[in-house]
Structure formats: structure tokens, C-alpha cells
T-cell receptor, first 114, second 110 residues
Framework: DVKVTQSSRYLVKRTGEKVFLECVQDMDHENMFWYRQDPGLGLRLIYFSYDVKMKEKGDIPEGYSVSREKKERFSLILESASTNQTSMYLC?????????????FGPGTRLLVL | KNEVEQSPQNLTAQEGEFITINCSYSVGISALHWLQQHPGGGIVSLFMLSSGKKKHGRLIATINIQEKHSSLHITASHPRDSAVYICAVGYGGATNKLIFGTGTLLAVQP
């Protein structure tokens, strides 16, 4: 059975803290994605990775960085958390190939920055 | 203007009703996806289609490529169908990136 897991379901952090969100997939997928989801805005792509150590900025990369040292693991880093980064963060993975592959989502991490 | 527009944003139905959710897009696509998100966050893929129609149980998805429009239908709706339904389009390249609509919140009342 396909599985994408995220390190935390809920997280509370203080402004200025460095925050690590981890995502692990067990499907040997090339592509991994980090999204944030806010009411009325839908899912927005922060970063994605198409191979180990390879990454590309998405639509809203400011304030975030990512790391993919192993194929199965994709980490999202908030270098200095701010209150406007309070959101639901969702990780997904897929095989490559042109929008015709199903993305498999993790359960999400609800982050509150105080 | 968003590249993927869904309507309605909110929908309340009585159990047993036939439900339609619409999705229009303005970009060239390789495939259109319908996703479901239950309270609590998890998102699952319902359909991926690039032409015609697909059916799975009580769910039917259709797409009209010329009109850049897709519909998701739920027949004999049930309270367990209550969820957010999200339309997304894949626009090609090797990366499988998607553009998402903002979702339709469906509540089916018993």
C-alpha cells in the first residue's frame, strides 16, 4: 500500500525558530512536493524535487528551503518562522511524467507560529 | 484570474441528491485530476482523466477538452461524501506539477 508520512500532525513554534518538517515516501517516487494550504487559496507549491539533491522553487518559496539527501525523504525548512507561515503543510510524491501521474499526499502538518 | 476555477465554493445537499461540481481551466493541460480531502487534512486522488468520462462507484468525472471544462458528479449522495473536492490540472513537462483549484466544500445532510 502506498504511503507518504509526515513527521508531525500538529506543531507549535515561536517566531524566529528554525522549523523542520519531514516527509517520507515508500514508493520509490522520483518527484516530491511541498505545499501549503490556506483557506480560500487552495494548495500552493512551495518547492519540489525531481531527484536526489535536485530541487526547484515553486510559487511561494520565500522563507523556506528544502533538502533531499535520500530519494525517500524530503525536508522542508523554515529558516526563521514567522506568524504568516502559520498554515497546513502537505507533502506529496509521484512518479515523473508530465501531469499524468497521481500525486500521493501525506496527512499534513498543521503549523502554528506564535 | 485563477487558472483553475471551481464552482460552487460551498454546496449543501440532502442525502440521496445528485451533486455536480464544476471545474474550468484556462491553460493547456495534459490531464485533469479530481481529489478529495476529508476533515483532518488527508487528500486522496479520485480520478485522473484527459478525455471522456470515468466512473468509480457513485462518482463520475467528465471532461470536455475543447471547452476546458470538467465536472464531478456524485449520485445518491451520502453524509460520508461530505468533504472538500479539489480540481487540479497537470500541464506537462517531466515534473508532474499540478495547478489546483480552491476546492468545493460539500456537506451532505442526512
Amino acid at each position: 500500500d502506498v504511503k507518504v508520512t509526515q513527521s508531525s500532525r500538529y506543531l507549535v513554534k515561536r517566531t524566529g525558530e528554525k522549523v523542520f518538517l519531514e516527509c517520507v515516501q515508500d514508493m520509490d517516487h522520483e518527484n516530491m512536493f511541498w505545499y501549503r494550504q490556506d483557506p480560500g487559496l487552495g494548495l500552493r507549491l512551495i518547492y519540489f524535487s525531481y531527484d536526489v539533491k535536485m530541487k526547484e522553487k515553486g510559487d511561494i518559496p520565500e522563507g523556506y528551503s528544502v533538502s533531499r539527501e535520500k530519494k525517500e525523504r524530503f525536508s522542508l525548512i523554515l529558516e526563521s518562522a514567522s506568524t504568516n507561515q502559520t498554515s497546513m503543510y502537505l507533502c506529496a510524491s509521484s512518479l515523473s511524467s508530465g501531469g499524468r501521474r497521481t500525486q500521493y499526499f501525506g496527512p499534513g502538518t498543521r503549523l502554528l507560529v506564535l | 484570474k485563477n487558472e483553475v476555477e471551481q464552482s460552487p465554493q460551498n454546496l449543501t445537499a440532502q442525502e440521496g441528491e445528485f451533486i455536480t461540481i464544476n471545474c474550468s481551466y484556462s491553460v493547456g493541460i495534459s490531464a485533469l485530476h479530481w481529489l478529495q480531502q476529508h476533515p483532518g487534512g488527508g487528500i486522496v486522488s479520485l480520478f485522473m482523466l484527459s478525455s471522456g468520462k470515468k466512473k468509480h462507484g457513485r462518482l463520475i468525472a467528465t471532461i470536455n477538452i475543447q471547452e476546458k471544462h470538467s465536472s464531478l458528479h456524485i449520485t445518491a449522495s451520502h453524509p460520508r461524501d461530505s468533504a472538500v473536492y479539489i480540481c487540479a490540472v497537470g500541464y506537462g513537462g517531466a515534473t508532474n506539477k499540478l495547478i489546483f483549484g480552491t476546492g468545493t466544500l460539500l456537506a451532505v445532510q442526512p
